[in-house]
């Protein structure tokens, strides 16, 4: 990722050395997962949708790096079970499970609704919420900017990424908002600081 884009990352420390804890982030194009990932201290189980995961150039590196697919209710309610089973599981075994809690790339650059899920995986298990705010690369040809992601030629590169881990959340703690809500203004806060440190650059 370092070859690729000259990346900051703040807060590293915030993300547990040891135990399962759950990482939230905004969704801005298909390189973001590997951003985390790199600029994390411990390795990342994301979960991503299943038509992405099934790509068969790609499936086979997904698999190895643990990533968990993840089917729409709608599409199918047994796979979407299955999928959360998993989460918990990896949660229970000490690992760190991310998701965009969006749901989607963003189409315009900014964060969108946080959607329920979020609240089912962290109803199952108590674990602590490290949100993240992710800024620079809305823009990218694997970005919704300016035509569809992927379906553009690359015009950047090593553009300037910044990434930015904010202090764990206790979710039995919050109280007086939803949850989503809450975790959603606090990775609009992260974003916030992320972006400015793209300007100063």
């Known amino acids: 990722m370092r070859l690729c884009y000259r990346l900051h990352v703040h807060g590293r420390y915030h993300l547990p050395k040891r135990g399962g804890a759950l990482v939230v982030c905004n969704h801005v194009s298909f390189m973001d997962a590997l951003v985390l990932g790199g600029g994390s201290p411990r390795p990342l189980r994301f979960v991503m949708d299943q038509p992405i995961f ?4 790609l499936k ?4 190895l790096v643990g990533a968990i697919p993840i089917e729409s209710k709608r599409r ?3 796979a979407l079970r299955r999928t959360l089973d998993e989460v918990s599981l990896a949660l229970r075994r000490g690992e760190v499970v991310m998701v965009f809690p969006e749901g989607r790339l963003t189409p315009d650059g900014d964060i969108h609704t946080f959607r329920r899920g979020l609240e089912t995986i962290l109803a199952r298990d108590n674990v602590p919420v490290i949100p993240a ?3 620079g690369l809305w823009g990218s040809w694997t970005s919704h900017y300016n035509g569809k992601a992927l379906k553009k030629w690359p015009s950047r590169f090593r553009a300037p990424v910044s990434l930015h881990f904010g202090p764990p959340i206790n979710v039995q703690e919050v109280d007086g908002v939803t949850l989503r809500g809450y975790l959603e203004t606090r990775v609009r806060a992260l ?3 992320a972006d400015k440190d793209i300007d100063a650059r």
């Open 54 to 57: 099934d790509s068969p150039w």
């Open 76 to 78: 199918s309610p047994g």
């Open 191 to 193: 974003k916030v600081a």
């Open 60 to 63: 086979w590196w997904f698999q």
């Open 133 to 135: 705010g992710l800024a």
